[in-house]
């Protein structure tokens, strides 16, 4: 299953000098690593990166996570993955840019 994780450029460009990040400052407060599914990611955007220019939207397999990834309550009880572990580069198995359109964030075909 592919989740997915947003990055600002320079958190994008510090997970490619480094090779692995504990994320976001967000990430670090909370002592985990946000991600979203492929139904929740739009929201996800919109809620915590509303008019932001310059996002990575990354795809990374949760399998390949292993016991690290775990699956919890957040918004509205959903369950969201989190992970409690560094995001290495080489788990991402994709990387694009997250347009700016008219206000709201253009997602590939079936993450709108």
Do not use: C, N
Not at 79 to 100: C, E, I, M, N, T
């Amino acid at each position: 299953m592919m989740i997915y994780k947003i990055l600002r450029a320079g958190e994008w460009a510090a997970l490619r000098l480094d090779g692995e990040t504990a994320g976001a400052p967000v990430d670090v407060a909370d002592g985990f690593v946000h991600f979203s599914t492929a139904g929740q990611v739009a929201q996800t955007a919109a809620k915590h990166f509303a008019g932001e220019e310059g996002l990575m939207l990354l795809g990374v397999e949760a399998e390949r996570l292993g016991d690290a990834l775990k699956w919890e309550p957040s918004r509205g009880g959903a369950l969201f993955p989190h992970l409690y572990g560094r995001l290495r580069l080489k788990d991402v198995a994709w990387a694009q840019p997250l347009p700016l359109q008219d206000g709201a964030h253009v997602f590939p075909p079936g993450l709108e």
